[in-house]
Structure formats: structure tokens, C-alpha cells
């Protein structure tokens, strides 16, 4: 009897693959965003072959740098958008360290996906959308706002995204921000310390909400960054009128199994990586907030 070539039986095997197993991605491009902070596409590794799973905004995967070790990463691109699929990463540890440095057509593993979304499917038309994000937390939001570009130019609803970034060399995606713009969401970025010709406001996320005109009996609000960011916007927000129980916002903590099964990522009563990333404010993180801050 002749023997399947390795390709083939490696094919095989990742037919019957659970969510443990990491499916090697090939990276395809590699795009460096600010100095420490790199976007990578991948597309399945066509030997062995094996099928990109869909995915929803908000949702991450499990990236292995093959001999150092795995992280957690938000998808970045949209779901069903042309291309490869994007990940956004700051170089913090070592295994970011690994994949960030990854060169063009080398293999990462990917599992996933994991984690509740953002849901914007529930969101009804005609609500404001309003996007606070900090530092790397626009990634994770950044498929959402691609999406929600094109509902404003259906005049389905307004979005409103505001960003801060520490200082105006890291403000991440400028080419984004610009194409949103041009698409009809209100953008506004703050930094914590400006520079010689930035005109834009300086100090924390909180400084500009006040100032966005959206309309807090009907708005739906996505946060995402430092858990500080998250609780003093989420706050200000509710002081503004917003609903606690349309504030999302998304909960980091150290993953390691990525489907409930190790305690690694456990918050009060929650797994983050089956119960979270997105958690409602109200009711949920609010709670958690507090018991973090006794
Ligand atoms: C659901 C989820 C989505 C994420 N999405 C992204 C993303 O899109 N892009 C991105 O760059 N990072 C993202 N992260 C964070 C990323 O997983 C960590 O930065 C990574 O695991 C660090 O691994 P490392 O080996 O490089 O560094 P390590 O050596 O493990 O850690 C380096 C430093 O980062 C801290 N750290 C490690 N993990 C976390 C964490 N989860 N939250 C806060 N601090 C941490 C450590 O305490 C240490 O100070 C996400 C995390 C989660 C849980
Ligand atoms: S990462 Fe293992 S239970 Fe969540």
C-alpha cells in the first residue's frame, strides 16, 4: 500500500481538528502601524489545506508563534470583508515579540474563534453608535466600524468614534480614521501628551464625549482599552444619559485554553474567554469593576 504524502496525512488529521488544535496560517502581508505595533494577514496554509472559519466583530483567536508560545488576539478586519484576515499586535512579551517579528510567508498557528462579539446585529436602525477606544483597544473595534461606515452611508443610524492614544505618533489606524470620516462617522482622538502641530485636544478619552452629539436615550456604546479608560468612560456615559444595559465593553484578562476550560482567564464569576471578551456595563462589568477597585 502507498503512503499519503505528509501533506495529505497532516490534512487528515486537521480534518477532525477541536478547538485546541492550532491550524497553521500562513502570514501573507505584514504591515508595521506604529513602532511597536504590527498588522499581519493570514490566509490558510494551502498544504495542508484547511478552511478559514467565520468569525463575528469583537470575537479573537488563539496565535501560536510556533516554539514560544500563544496570545490571545482580536480579529481586526471585518467579517466576510475581501482579503486576508488582519490581527493587530503590540509588541509587549515574548510571544507578541515573536509574532510581530514574523516575517512575510512564514506559518502561525490560529484557533479560534473565540469569545461574544460585539453584537451589532442588535442593534436597531436609527440608534446612535458611539466607539470609545484606547491605544491597541481600536482593534478589536476596528471590523465593527468598518461596518457601521457603511451604516451611516445607508442612513441607517449614526456612529460616533472617539480615541485615545498617548501621544500623537501612536495614534493607531490614522488611515482609517480619515476613511471613516469621509463616510460619515464622527471621529474625534485626544492624546495624553500633544506635540508641536497637533491641534486636536489633549487628556483622556472622557474629555470628548461631552462634546460628541449623539443621543443618550438611544445610543448603543462599544469601549475597549485600559480598564481604566473603560470605567471612567463607561461612567461618564451613564452620567450623560446612556442605558448601563447598552454599554459593551470588552474584558482582558491572561488566556491560555480559550474555551472555558482552564480558569486561566476568570473574573468574579465570569471565564472572559467563553462568558466575555464583550460584556454588558450594566449589571456585569460595572460589578466587576467595583470588586476590582475595594
Ligand atoms: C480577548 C483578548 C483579546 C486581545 N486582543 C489583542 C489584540 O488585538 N492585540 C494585542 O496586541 N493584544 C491583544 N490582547 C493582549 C495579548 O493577549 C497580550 O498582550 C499577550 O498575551 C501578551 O503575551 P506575551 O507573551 O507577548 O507577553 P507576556 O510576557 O505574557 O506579557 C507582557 C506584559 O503584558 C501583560 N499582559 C499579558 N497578557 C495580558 C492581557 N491579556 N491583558 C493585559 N495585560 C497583559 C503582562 O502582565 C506583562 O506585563 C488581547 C487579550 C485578550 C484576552
Ligand atoms: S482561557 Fe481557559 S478558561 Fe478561559
Known amino acids: 500500500m502507498q503512503m499519503p504524502a505528509v501533506t495529505e496525512r497532516a490534512a487528515g488529521l486537521l480534518a477532525g481538528y477541536g478547538p485546541l488544535t492550532p491550524l497553521p496560517y500562513r502570514i501573507v502581508d505584514r504591515r508595521v502601524e506604529l513602532e511597536d505595533v ?6 490558510p496554509s494551502s498544504a495542508p489545506s484547511v478552511e478559514p472559519r467565520p468569525f463575528r466583530h469583537g470575537q479573537f483567536n488563539m496565535l501560536t508563534a510556533f516554539g514560544v508560545g500563544e496570545a490571545a488576539i482580536s480579529v481586526s478586519s471585518a467579517p466576510g470583508a475581501d482579503g486576508p484576515l488582519e490581527h493587530t499586535i503590540r509588541d509587549v512579551g515574548a510571544v507578541t515579540h515573536a509574532l510581530c517579528a514574523a516575517p512575510v510567508g512564514s506559518t502561525i498557528g490560529v484557533r479560534g474563534p473565540f469569545g461574544h462579539d460585539w453584537d451589532l446585529a442588535s442593534v436597531d ?10 491605544g491597541i483597544g481600536l482593534a478589536p473595534l476596528r471590523g465593527a466600524v468598518r461596518d457601521l461606515a457603511g451604516r451611516c452611508q445607508g442612513r441607517a443610524g449614526r456612529t460616533f468614534v472617539l480615541v485615545g492614544a498617548r501621544s500623537p505618533d501612536q495614534i493607531l489606524f490614522p488611515g482609517d480614521l480619515e476613511e471613516w470620516r469621509a463616510a460619515g462617522i464622527y471621529v474625534d482622538v485626544t492624546v495624553d501628551i500633544g506635540a508641536p502641530g497637533w491641534v486636536g485636544s489633549v487628556g483622556v478619552v472622557t ?4 462634546r460628541a ?3 443618550p436615550a438611544n445610543t448603543v456604546a462599544l469601549l475597549c482599552g485600559p480598564e481604566i479608560m473603560m470605567r471612567f468612560a463607561a461612567r461618564q456615559l451613564v452620567d450623560q444619559g446612556v442605558d448601563p444595559g447598552r454599554i459593551r465593553v470588552s474584558l482582558e484578562r491572561n488566556m491560555q485554553c480559550g474555551v472555558g476550560l482552564c480558569g486561566h482567564c476568570q473574573l468574579g464569576p465570569l471565564l472572559l474567554c467563553r462568558d466575555g471578551p464583550v460584556v454588558t456595563y450594566g449589571g456585569v462589568a460595572d460589578k466587576l469593576f467595583m470588586e476590582r477597585n475595594r
Request: net charge negative.
Open 125 to 134: 436602525d436609527g440608534m446612535d453608535v458611539v466607539v470609545v477606544a484606547g
Open 213 to 215: 452629539p449623539f443621543e
Open 207 to 210: 474629555v470628548v464625549l461631552p
Open 38 to 43: 504590527v498588522t499581519l494577514s493570514v490566509a
